[in-house]
């Protein structure tokens, strides 16, 4: 049987399965009569937890250390206790407090609207069941100890779990949940094994051996020898196909598409940093401000910035202000519930409500741009109108940050780029926020997803509207589409400069652009725009791509 999930590290694998049925604990519905003491077990519970993770640093892969010092700094989140500390002072017991301060920050983190912050819900989860656990005097759960070499079937691991895999006895791993930016995508990358994740039916398919190939996302369960020698075989015509993947993106007639990496946090700058990209296309700053009662400093914010900078010396970072607001709140910028959040007052509307907010933040990255040699690019979210532009763009050279420009994430901006780049130098598409207020699908909700697919020709011809209208301005894109080999060969096609990405996906999109001329990725465009589906306009680029990248992506 073949499934499909999504290729989140390259490779193929195939061999014994080990399917980790894990018994999550569910809060028993305890009441307490000692507040006291209950909050006490928490606290000891969440230390342990803290403590145990730990102790797994010494025999870690240094790559995912830091993964695991994140969690452990999770797990001593003082606000965890004080959240639990309004439970038990209601008469909930140890473990219901803790879950049920734990769902709270979960459901903060959902209405965040950015995948990687919404997939941190997984990690504090994770600490719940380990609290639980020890609270209940129940096992830790966790990977059973492999014997053979084997594929990992999971619903979802841990980061725990994930940074400790024995590297020679886990051939691949394959999940139900999790996403691009999991823990599991982003540490399976690291060592090197082919995973996939969103793998629904792995699970109840209790295969005896698997094969998978981590980045087209095939899974097959009892595979016959000639079905895992495909996907071997595949695996090696990927690397081969990627040998010619390095250096700069450029067409095979040498037009210029740069390739760059979407960064979140430090450790994503530092990683980034050592692989070979062109330089950073998304730098996500809200890794400086959830969790804080007060906003960071400006001598905090250059610091920071001043460390990626420095990391990508002499490359270029595009920078995106702060995008907060009453759907991604922020305790010291809360304007107050709206009955729409994700319509409301968000990202640059925000920072015209609170001025000071943007001002600290340009003020240390123009700091930070001083002390660096990096090419520094600044832009904000959420513009709808030109005006919003101009005024951003005011704020920012005044602040001396040369270069700015926009996020296009709103129809209206993507229709009149023309008069929303008037005073802007740059614009970059954010093509997951931008389908979401196209197709007015939430994309948090999974039940919508095929409304919110790169390949729906409506929001191509959004996009080509918007490089259109900016007549000659730099238009990257830097949503998920960016990375999808098929997809970027459309988006050069509609004239887009530059492509930011995970890191991991660049080498086959560099690989993609170096088979196609700028003709061919204009006549996939073409037919992406003629076509009256999804499925149309993905069956009608197969049949011009280039055969060696069509049979690593079929």
Known sequence: MSLHGIGVSPGAAHGPAVLVHTTLISPPGARTSDPEGSLQQVVDALEAVALELESRLATAPEAVRPVLEATAMMARDPG??????IHVADGHGPVDALHLAIEEYCGMLASLGDSYLAERQSDLRDIFQRAAAAMLGLPVPGIPSLRVPSVIIAHDLSPADTATLARDLVL?????????????????AQLGIPAVVQAAGVLSAAPGRVGLDGSSGLVITDPTPEAAESLVARDRARIELQADGVGPGTTSDGHRVQVLANIGTLDDALLAARADVEGVGLFRTEFLFPDREQPPSVAEQTEAYTRVFDAFAGRKVVVRTLDAGADKPLAFAN?????????GVRGLRLHRELRHLLDDQLEALAAARRSTSADVWVMAPMVATPSEASWFADLGRAAGLPTVGTMIEVPAAALRSGQVLADCDFASIGTNDLSQYLFAADRMDGRLAPLLSGWQPALWSTIRA????????????????????????VATGAGVSSLSMATARTGLVRAALRRHDLATCTAMLQAVLESASPEEARHAVMALVDKDLAAVLA
Do not use: F, Q, R, Y
């Not at 965890?80 to 500390?85: F, H, I, P, Q, T």
């Not at 691949?172 to 399976?188: L, Q, V």
């Not at 304007?335 to 319509?343: D, K, Q, S, Y």
């Open 466 to 489: 918007c490089v259109d209208g900016a007549d000659g301005k730099p238009v990257g894109i830097c949503g998920e589409i960016a990375g999808d080999p098929l997809l970027a060969l």
């Open 80 to 85: 965890l206790v004080s959240g639990a500390e």
């Open 172 to 188: 691949g791993i394959i999940t139900e949940a999790g996403g691009p930016t999991s823990h599991t995508a982003i540490i399976a």
């Open 335 to 343: 304007l107050g519930e709206e009955a729409n959040p994700a319509l």
